[in-house]
């Protein structure tokens, strides 16, 4: 075979290849980007944005209260597979002068996690997890995890939930939401998370929960230290 016309194969090839590349790129962002949407009637006048992940994120209200919805990747940890997170906020001043943030079956590289931010590390309430790490800040802060930790010790024995905080700002918990593939993982270091949605229900259950929490804290005027 002449070498021009070898050459041209070649060519020829890696363009398609580069071509096929991109085409899968563009379904697999399309893919990230419509995770959200089986869940965007929970939300009143939901605002949805994409992150520079490329995953979406959306705001809204819930029965008056403002919530934000994002899904964080985290693709740090090398000895396990990437994970997705749900992470369900409430934004809204609480009657706390201290701020917990609990954290389970940590790895050492929870980027996304409230702990790195707070100083003074606090004992588990009984019934917590054996392996869980919590944090405050403030003087308020051992009243606010006494004041929840019954509730929250029930919620996590669900082993999909990650981390529950609260701030004088709001309220957050962190939830799997999907566990990427092993072979994209391992061969080709990818990020695909196959099938992920965010359903009505899980989203509303997380809500739920996040209420609760709020209930337990404005059932007194001021959680704190006094």
Known sequence: MPLELAALLLAAAVSILVLFGRREAR?????RHSMLDPSLNVLDTPKVEIDTCGFPKMEGKFRGRSFRVALVPDT??????????LD?????KLPVDGSVAILVRQSGADYFSLTDH?????????????VCLIKGDGPGARHVLDRIA????????????KEIAVTPRGIRIMRQLA???RGDHLILRQIVFEGARLDPEGLEDVIAAVLEIEDLLLNVKLVSAA
Request: aromatic share 14%.
């Open 88 to 92: 369900v906020t409430l934004k809204r």
């Open 150 to 161: 019954p509730y929250v010790a029930s919620l996590l024995r669900d082993p999909h939930f």
């Open 179 to 181: 566990e990427g593939k």
């Open 118 to 130: 707070f100083n003074e590390r606090l004992s588990p309430p009984e019934n917590f997890p054996y």
């Open 27 to 31: 379904m697999a962002a399309a893919v």
């Open 76 to 85: 740090l940890t090398f000895r396990r597979l990437p994970q997705l997170w």
